[in-house]
């Protein structure tokens, strides 16, 4: 429920307020700052707080790292990554990150417990508040117009409170509760996964490649259906492995799985000497949704504006979520930025309008394609055919990496970027 206010504030607490400060929120919360608008942040817990993870980030998200002037060097913390080596069919293959113009050819292994907190001082270096252990309860909305000014919140250990400005992102990840309160509900007949993880003392602690496993059963390997889904193995360079799987909700029974237990049986049939077995287990196996290919709308409306999980911006093709999740933050700050310039009235909202136009531009027939792939793979006799007769192709599986990690060069680049982008142009965005 949305509370209201009067329409005329007299001081507003800051031009912008982000709820969240996690990769969206805290991208954000740094290019809106830079420009020179007063940005607030209001996070519900405090840094250093953990976050169910793979922990590994693609080319797209090194970018976007980069452009926060982040020092993302091995003497900085950041194990590197070369590309994905992958196993299935009874193949091991590797494939490299890509060189392309656009991104480089470097992935990056980060703990979500310091990764966040980095990108939140970034961001305050950049003149962003943050204000953490501050519960955001709901949306103001102005009495006369409706159009959301503020939000409602509950500091620790104080009393709830109004806090305004111009405009307010909703950063709060995959249950997004302040889009919710503000009436917008998840779309469901848009993919959404489930992942979980853990971690492990292993001797594969720093390995340079990250690793994906395609062939998850949900019974013996061989005699049953194989599941839309992969399972990983990031090295973190740090004495662990962060090791998990990922599932889609195209698959039957996906309401009643036992993620749990099939991460058990899975790391049952990997090597002894990997030490994945519950002695060398650090830490409880968590589990996170994933909100896959827009599936909260409208990206904008009456004031909130939507990135990240909070968006359901996760890519359908592959679960990641960081890249798209920082890249619709600083898509959302340019917008905003652009529209605090104008004067109050039909011309800001112009230009506010036009921020799901440019998502639709930068990921709509991408994701309207990853959805066509996660019902087809939903099929295990389709899941099947990829995976056996897929992987021995080494030509064709460096497309598919292509495709299922979003990396080419919008301009020019090879066959294979021609190809994957004029198919993300024909597909419509929805």
């Not at 193949?91 to 907190?117: H, Q, S, T």
């Not at 950063?171 to 917008?184: C, E, F, H, I, P």
């Not at 093709?317 to 933050?329: K, P, Q, R, T």
């Amino acid at each position: 429920m949305s509370r209201t206010s009067p329409p005329q504030q007299t001081a507003l607490d800051a031009d912008v307020i982000v709820v969240g400060a996690g990769p969206a929120g805290s991208t954000a919360a740094f290019h809106l700052a830079s420009t020179g608008l007063d940005v607030l942040v209001l996070e519900k817990t405090s840094f250093p707080r953990e976050k169910v993870c793979g922990d590994g980030l693609t080319p797209r998200a090194v970018k976007s790292l980069v452009r926060m002037g982040v020092d993302t060097s091995e003497e900085a913390g950041w194990l590197h990554n070369h590309g994905l080596r992958i196993y299935g069919g009874g193949m091991r293959l590797e494939i490299p990150w890509p060189d392309l113009a656009e991104y480089g050819n470097k992935g990056l292994v980060r703990r979500r417990l310091d990764f966040d907190e980095t990108l939140a001082r970034q961001a305050e270096k950049a003149g962003a508040r943050l204000q953490q252990e501050t519960n955001v309860t709901g949306p103001v909305r102005d009495e006369r117009t409706g159009r959301i000014v503020g939000v409602t919140a509950k500091p620790k250990g104080g009393e709830e409170r109004t806090y305004t400005a111009n405009l307010v992102v909703a950063a709060d990840g995959n249950s997004s509760r302040l889009s919710v309160k503000a009436g917008r509900q998840r779309l469901e007949n848009r993919p959404m996964g489930v992942a979980v993880r853990t971690y492990f003392d292993s001797p594969r602690h720093d390995d340079d490649w990250l690793e994906s496993w395609l062939e998850l059963w949900d019974g013996t390997p061989g005699q049953s259906n194989l599941l839309p889904g992969y399972g990983w193995i990031f090295g973190m360079g740090d004495g662990t492995s962060n090791v998990g799987l990922g599932l889609l909700n195209t698959t039957k029974g996906f309401a009643n799985a036992d993620y749990k237990g099939l991460l058990h049986s899975w790391l049952q049939g990997l090597p002894e000497e990997w030490q994945f077995t519950e002695e060398h287990q650090q830490g409880k196996v968590l589990g996170a949704a994933l909100p896959m290919g827009f599936n909260r709308k409208p990206h904008y409306d009456d004031g909130l504006l939507l990135v990240g999980d909070a968006g359901g911006m996760v890519n359908p093709f592959n679960g990641e979520g960081i890249a798209y999740a920082m890249e619709s933050a600083e898509l959302a700050a340019d917008v905003i930025a652009q529209a605090l310039s104008r004067p109050e009235g039909a011309l800001r909202e112009r230009a506010l309008h036009n921020y799901p136009r440019v998502l639709k531009d930068w990921y709509g027939g991408y994701y309207t394609l990853g959805r066509i792939f996660v019902h087809l793979i939903g099929n295990p006799n389709v899941m099947k055919i990829a995976t056996r007769h897929g992987l021995p192709h080494p030509l064709l599986m460096k497309f598919t990496i292509k495709l299922l990690a979003n990396l080419t060069d919008p301009r020019g680049g090879d066959a294979m970027d021609r190809l994957i982008n004029a198919m993300c142009k024909l597909a419509p965005a929805a």
